[in-house]
């Protein structure tokens, strides 16, 4: 890591660049913002893994028994973000999707 001694002869708009530059890196939080184009994965999260609970021949619930609560656990322990947000926006049940 660098010493702060480097930094001393450094001027005011050197430390609001590096500030600004920290401030809009990317982030989960930002990742998972919602956006239109965020809005359109959540309608197309559930209809691809309705298609593949089709091809599987299982009935529909099989995605609300076995896909849901991983997401909810990856939701929680990995992206640390609410489980119930992530989870609304799939909707897996026969007549929603």
Request: glycine share 4%.
């Amino acid at each position: 890591m660098a010493s702060t001694a480097d930094k001393t002869e450094k001027d005011l708009k050197y430390f609001q660049r590096l500030k600004d530059k920290f401030q809009k890196r990317p982030t989960l939080d930002r990742m998972f913002a919602s956006t239109s184009q965020r809005n359109d994965d959540g309608l197309r999260a559930p209809y691809n893994t309705s298609l593949l609970n089709a091809k599987s021949g299982k009935s529909h619930t099989i995605g609300e028994k076995l896909i849901l609560p991983p997401v909810e656990e990856v939701s929680k322990t990995v992206l640390h973000k609410p489980a119930s947000d992530i989870i609304k926006r799939i909707p897996l049940s026969n007549n929603t999707v």
